[in-house]
């Protein structure tokens, strides 16, 4: 089948942003936000929505509704994508309350219609800030992006020709059966090579067993290459060493295993890291974010789009004006005991640091697909558990207003790196930025609500925390604020990893320490089956040529993706499924 | 040069590496600050190399690879004949795209980030028009994706044009 067969309407306008994609990714949204929030609950981690929602808005779009346009179908899935925001940011944050509250009885009584605002307020600063780094990601530098790769394949499939979409398939339905397998018969995700090897526990010498893990790195490039580097360092020669010639304090944590090691050595120093690279980044980057800047500010003073079609700076300044009102507002009625300049101060350091954490996030995200979302959180949280204990708020209120603006500054993470993958799929589909982006932003309030009231309805039901919903994000995120409130962060080792990273920034090697900073951060078990994809790549290109990896490899990476999250999703539905009827 | 200062950035920083985690409750600033002078070193000694002639001889082979991509490119767009065009982009087009695409961080090396910007700025939007275009071939909205085509011509001319002006 030749790409225009099929063709019908040659002159009518081309349908992007219409009210039927918008209702259609309000629809599908929904169903990805209640599906993917209720899993987090359970299995601790959330699910990017956008391959779902293009793959559902395909069906619904042009099969039930018989509109054939691939960037309407782009708008339903960075509409359905930003809703499902919500349950990213709200789901590692929210449920903390509710589990601290056996420790500080009473946090559990905030404010749920704040919590809404907060985290409304946050998704609409989270999209402003991050828009005008478009260019500079998208357009200048060409970040891979390829959770947004995978997303346009699906989006472009039906023109791309059936040999394509039939590699998309397989490519899917290997992923899909492999992941059923080990999700239901297998029941465990990392394959222990090391042990069967015989290898010390501390090499960390293990297989995550996921195929969209290897997607993900194919689609990256020889560039993910580097992602690796920072894993491999903290495993093969860091823990070794420490091992051999460490304190026995250190040695001890060494012996205790690949988990210990991360948790109380390599992570927060990959914190550190991360955010010493990105700042040392942005400051590199200063000339070619000044471009961009320039460039949206000129077309705002000749009354166009800065290419016919970008949302104006004075719209995303407005945006940016009324977030930080909102954070104030929110931080004001967060305590009863709240001071103004203790509320102007959170608002502000919360203002920043999702400017901050936006961009780290974004580049994470361009350059491995993975993101740092719950330790840009961490350090939100204890800045402003710092901020509400120095204006003497008691310890009970200074955690739920911590809590609630740390869940606008999650949230607010959570969309600007959604906003950012959709901008690359549109990149890659000629959608227009400004109605993604009006898209978005129309799409940030729904989700808050929708996870706020799931989150109570479970509680009643279930308790959050308890064996039957474990919440292992909130948890995590429980146990760090007792420990921060009761003083116990390792804020040193944040700043000696910032030093290596804005070191690492400055070597000119282009992106490497937000690589470094991420090998350091995530599970080694990722790392490396992530590698394996990108060496397939890079052995692919060799012997089989580019040509080849685009046209065959890369429909077949997007596939493995694809599958995966479906079943991830299924599994979701599943559970609420037997949820419902137990 | 490059290479000493590429040795003293590796040492400094795997050094830096393990004193950043070598102790579970601190961090030991007396050893550490000195492995980041180290690297701090091999930064500057790194940059200080970037201005080389035989740098400088391969950034200018770079910049005429990305100004015969884009001569290309534009050439090929003006020859388009009948065939359709999502056919055309992927059989015709990406090529020069692609030979760009490699070729382009040598503006940057040869003219700085300004220079560069200007240029990709001119560039993306050609590319995202193209892919428009490609969409809108696909789903059979032919006036749009000519419209694209032409929209997408234009902006590579600004990009040749912004690049020739270097």
């Known amino acids: 089948m030749t790409a225009l067969e099929g063709a019908d309407q040659p002159s009518s306008p081309y349908p992007e942003l219409t009210w039927v994609a918008v209702l259609v990714g309000y629809g599908l949204g929904a169903l990805i936000t209640v599906s993917i929030g209720y899993a987090s609950l359970i299995l601790g981690f959330s699910i990017e929505g956008s391959e779902l929602a293009a793959i559902l808005g395909w069906g619904v779009l042009r099969g039930g509704l018989r509109r054939k346009s691939i960037v309407e179908n782009n708008i339903n899935q960075t509409v359905a994508s930003a809703v499902n925001g919500a349950s990213a940011g709200m789901m590692f944050s929210v449920p903390a309350l509710f589990i601290l509250n056996e420790q500080y009885e009473g946090v559990v009584d905030f404010d749920p219609w704040l919590m809404i605002l907060a985290c409304i307020t946050g998704g609409i600063l989270g999209i402003a800030f991050i828009i005008p780094l478009r260019k500079q990601m998208i357009d200048y530098n060409r970040l891979a992006y390829p959770g947004g790769i995978a997303v346009a394949a699906v989006l472009k499939s039906p023109g791309a020709g059936i040999q394509k979409a039939r590699l998309l398939l397989v490519g899917a339905a290997v992923s899909a059966l492999f992941h059923l397998f080990v999700t239901k018969v297998v029941h465990t995700e990392v394959a222990p090579v090391g042990a069967a090897l015989g290898l010390p526990a501390y090499l960390n010498v293990n297989f995550y067993l996921s195929l969209l893990t290897i997607g993900v790195g194919f689609l990256s490039g020889k560039g993910g290459l580097v992602f690796g580097i920072g894993g491999f360092l903290c495993y093969w020669l860091l823990a070794p060493l420490l091992n051999t010639f460490g304190p026995e304090a250190t040695q001890a944590v060494v012996q205790a295993g690949p988990g210990a090691l991360r948790g109380t050595l390599f992570q927060p120093g990959g914190i550190g890291i991360l955010i010493g690279a990105a700042l040392g980044g942005v400051v590199g980057a200063f000339p070619l974010i000044r471009s961009a800047l320039k460039s949206m500010q000129e077309a705002a003073a000749s009354g166009r789009g800065a290419d016919g079609d970008e949302l104006s700076i004075k719209v995303l300044y407005s945006m940016v004006g009324l977030g930080f009102v909102g954070l104030i507002v929110v931080a004001w009625n967060g305590s009863a005991s709240m001071t103004l300049p203790a509320a102007l101060g959170m608002a502000i350091v919360g203002t920043l640091w999702i400017w901050v954490a936006g961009v780290i996030v974004s580049e994470c995200l361009g350059r491995t697909n993975w993101s740092p979302l719950s330790g840009m959180t961490l350090i939100a949280v204890t800045i402003l558990v710092f901020v509400a204990k120095s204006a003497g708020i008691p310890t009970k209120e200074t955690i739920i207003v911590s809590v609630t603006v740390g869940a606008a500054i999650c949230v607010a993470i959570a969309q600007a790196g959604d906003m950012m993958l959709d901008l690359k799929s549109g990149y890659m589909t000629g959608a227009q930025p400004k109605a993604q982006q009006v898209g978005q932003f129309m799409a940030t309030w729904l989700g808050p609500f929708l996870v706020m009231g799931l989150i109570f309805v479970l509680h009643n039901k279930y308790g959050l925390g308890s064996e039957r919903l474990p919440a292992p994000q909130g948890q995590a995120l429980a146990s760090m604020v007792g420990g921060i409130v009761g003083g116990d962060v390792p804020a040193f080792r944040y700043l000696a990893g910032g030093a290596l990273g804005v070191l690492l920034s400055l070597s000119g090697l282009g992106g490497i320490g937000v690589h470094i900073g991420l090998g350091f951060y995530m599970p080694f078990f990722i790392v490396l089956t992530y590698t394996i994809g990108v060496s397939l790549r890079v052995l692919a290109d060799r012997t089989k040529g580019r040509h080849w990896s685009e046209n065959s490899g890369i429909p077949v990476a997007a596939g493995l993706i694809v599958g995966e999250a479906l079943v991830g999703v299924g599994n979701a539905i599943g559970a609420i499924l037997v949820g419902g009827g137990s | ?166």
């Open chain 2, 1 to 166: 040069m490059k290479l000493v200062g590429l040795v003293l950035f590796g040492v400094g920083m795997l050094a830096g590496a393990y004193f950043l985690v070598e102790v579970p409750d601190l961090v030991r600033w007396e050893a550490l600050g000195p492995s980041l002078g180290v690297a701090g070193l091999g930064v500057l000694a790194m940059r200080l190399a970037g201005g080389e002639s035989e740098a400088a001889e391969v950034t200018q082979q770079g910049l005429q690879r990305a100004k015969d991509a884009l001569v290309q490119l534009r050439r090929q767009m003006r020859a388009r004949s009948e065939e359709a065009i999502p056919d055309y982009i992927d059989r015709a087009l990406m090529p020069s795209l692609d030979a760009f695409v490699e070729a382009r961080e040598s503006i940057q090396r040869a003219h700085g980030l300004d220079a560069y910007a200007a240029v990709m700025d001119r560039f993306a939007q050609g590319e995202r028009a193209l892919n428009r275009s490609w969409a809108a071939g696909a789903d059979g909205y032919s006036h749009e994706s000519e419209r694209s085509f032409a929209v997408a011509l234009g902006r590579f001319d600004d990009a040749s044009q912004a690049l020739d002006s270097l």
